[in-house]
C-alpha cells in the first residue's frame, strides 16, 4: 500500500507561472500540480503553519537570508510592517540581531508590530519616517559614515522611495521585492552615488527558501503570523479583509 505523505505546495510553477496569478489558484478541494512542487512537511509543522509561507513568507526569507543582506546591530526601517512580507521581516530581522523600525497604518498594527519585536513603530499616516529617521539618528553623511539606517525595506514604491533615498546612511542599501504603491516612482540618482547606495531586488522564492522556513518552525525559531484561518466558504471574505488592509500577517483558507 502506498504511503500517504504530508507536502506543502510550492506555488511558483517553474514553467507556467504563479498559481493564484498566472494560473487557478489552489482555494479549491482539490487542485493539480506537478510533483516538482510538492515539499515534504516536517512532521511538527501544520497544514496552516505551511499554507502561510508562500508567497510572503518565502520572499522575505529570500531578501534577507538567502540574500545575506542583513548583519547584527543593523537599523532597519521596514514599510509596510503589518501584512505578510512585512511580518516577515520584523520577525526574521529581530532573528538577525536587527534593530527594527517598522511603519503601519494603525494604532492596533503597531502594538501588534511591538508584540512581534519591533524596537520602534511608526505610524505613516502622522510620521514621516524619513524625517523621524534622521531626527532620530542624525542625518545620513557623505564623507563619514554617521547619521541614517543601514537598511530601508521598501516595497511599496510610490511616494515612499524618494524619502527611503533620504534617510539610508553611506553604504546603507534598499531592499526593494515588489512595488504595491507604484512602479514609477520619482527618482533621484545623487542619493545612490554621493552615498553609495546599494539598491537589492529580491524576486520570489524558491523550494530552498519554504523548505528553509518549515525547519525553523519546527525547530521553534520562527512563528508566521497567522490574522486567521476560515473555511472555503468564506473564501471572499478572507480577500476582502486582505484588500481592505484589515489583516496583521496571513489569511489561511483551510478546504
Same mark, same amino acid.
Given at each position: 500500500?502506498?504511503?500517504?505523505?504530508?507536502?506543502?505546495?510550492?506555488?511558483?510553477?517553474?514553467?507556467?507561472?504563479?498559481?493564484?496569478?498566472?494560473?487557478?489558484?489552489?482555494?479549491?478541494?482539490?487542485?493539480?500540480?506537478?510533483?516538482?512542487?510538492?515539499?515534504?512537511?516536517?512532521?511538527?509543522?501544520?497544514?496552516?503553519?505551511?499554507?502561510?509561507?508562500?508567497?510572503?513568507?518565502?520572499?522575505?526569507?529570500?531578501?534577507?537570508?538567502?540574500?545575506?543582506?542583513?548583519?547584527?546591530?543593523?537599523?532597519?526601517?521596514?514599510?509596510?510592517?503589518?501584512?505578510?512580507?512585512?511580518?516577515?521581516?520584523?520577525?526574521?530581522?529581530?532573528?538577525?540581531?536587527?534593530?527594527?523600525?517598522?511603519?503601519?497604518?494603525?494604532?492596533?498594527?503597531?502594538?501588534?508590530?511591538?508584540?512581534?519585536?519591533?524596537?520602534?513603530?511608526?505610524?505613516?499616516?502622522?510620521?514621516?519616517?524619513?524625517?523621524?529617521?534622521? %531626527? #532620530?539618528?542624525?542625518?545620513?553623511? &557623505?564623507?563619514?559614515?554617521? $547619521? @541614517?539606517?543601514?537598511? *530601508?525595506?521598501?516595497? !511599496?514604491? +510610490? %511616494? #515612499?522611495?524618494?524619502?527611503?533615498? &533620504?534617510?539610508?546612511?553611506? $553604504? @546603507?542599501?534598499?531592499? *526593494?521585492?515588489?512595488? !504595491?504603491? +507604484?512602479?514609477?516612482?520619482?527618482?533621484?540618482? &545623487?542619493?545612490?552615488?554621493?552615498?553609495?547606495?546599494?539598491?537589492?531586488?529580491?524576486?520570489?522564492?524558491?523550494?530552498?527558501?519554504?523548505?528553509?522556513?518549515?525547519?525553523?518552525?519546527?525547530?521553534?525559531?520562527?512563528?508566521?503570523?497567522?490574522?486567521?484561518?476560515?473555511?472555503?466558504?468564506?473564501?471572499?471574505?478572507?480577500?476582502?479583509?486582505?484588500?481592505?488592509?484589515?489583516?496583521?500577517?496571513?489569511?489561511?483558507?483551510?478546504?
Amino acid at each position: 500500500m502506498a504511503t500517504r505523505e504530508r507536502v506543502l505546495v510550492n506555488p511558483l510553477n517553474t514553467q507556467k507561472g504563479l498559481m493564484g496569478e498566472m494560473l487557478d489558484g489552489g482555494m479549491a478541494e482539490y487542485c493539480r500540480v506537478g510533483a516538482d512542487q510538492l515539499l515534504r512537511m516536517p512532521d511538527t509543522v501544520t497544514f496552516e503553519a505551511a499554507a502561510s509561507l508562500p508567497v510572503a513568507y518565502g520572499t522575505a526569507h529570500r531578501m534577507l537570508i538567502t540574500h545575506q543582506t542583513i548583519k547584527p546591530g543593523d537599523k532597519v526601517v521596514i514599510l509596510g510592517a503589518s501584512g505578510g512580507v512585512g511580518t516577515g521581516c520584523v520577525i526574521l530581522c529581530k532573528m538577525l540581531g536587527a534593530e527594527v523600525i517598522a511603519c503601519a497604518s494603525s494604532a492596533e498594527k503597531l502594538a501588534r508590530l511591538k508584540e512581534l519585536g519591533a524596537d520602534h513603530v511608526l505610524n505613516y499616516q502622522e510620521v514621516d519616517f524619513s524625517k523621524w529617521v534622521i %531626527d #532620530t539618528y542624525g542625518k545620513p553623511q &557623505r564623507r563619514s559614515y554617521a $547619521g @541614517g539606517v543601514d537598511v *530601508v525595506i521598501n516595497f !511599496t514604491g +510610490g %511616494d #515612499t522611495w524618494h524619502p527611503s533615498l &533620504r534617510c539610508v546612511k553611506r $553604504g @546603507g542599501s534598499i531592499l *526593494v521585492c515588489g512595488a !504595491t504603491a +507604484g512602479y514609477d516612482p520619482p527618482e533621484d540618482l &545623487r542619493y545612490i552615488w554621493s552615498f553609495e547606495l546599494k539598491i537589492m531586488g529580491s524576486n520570489s522564492f524558491y523550494d530552498e527558501d519554504l523548505t528553509a522556513l518549515m525547519a525553523m518552525i519546527a525547530q521553534g525559531t520562527f512563528k508566521p503570523v497567522i490574522d486567521r484561518v476560515l473555511p472555503l466558504e468564506q473564501a471572499r471574505e478572507g480577500l476582502r479583509l486582505i484588500q481592505d488592509r484589515e489583516v496583521i500577517g496571513k489569511v489561511v483558507i483551510r478546504p
